[in-house]
């Protein structure tokens, strides 16, 4: 692994800790119905999130976290094809949460894209 590669990964690791979050509560804002992790997955497949790709057992304790914060609900459901599905759902909190976490992200994004359009 040449340095930059090792730069780049640590760089893509550090702003992945930040945004899984967010990503994951806008996928659970944006839903109807309680998701369990698979759902979660294929919904941010189909949205073309490279990032998250080949990544879904990384959901998992951000999924955790969210829940224990207060952001998400989860309840548990046995399975006809498998072990029991742990279903999870945005929490009012969770949506205020996401709401600023969004502006937050938006801010940040254009602050960021200002600079950047004029670096070589």
Known sequence: MTDTESHLRKF????SAGTVSLVLL??????DEPLYGYQIAKRLQQSGDALFSGKQSA???VLRNLSASGLLDSHVEPSVAGPPRRYYRITDLGRAVFRD??????????????VLKDAP
């Not at 893509?12 to 702003?15: G, I």
């Not at 502006?103 to 960021?112: E, G, I, K, M, P």
């Open 12 to 15: 893509q690791k550090e702003l």
């Open 101 to 114: 976490w969004a502006a937050t992200w938006d801010a940040t994004r254009r602050s960021v894209d200002s």
């Open 26 to 31: 806008a996928v659970l804002a944006g839903s």
């Open 59 to 61: 959901l998992y304790p």
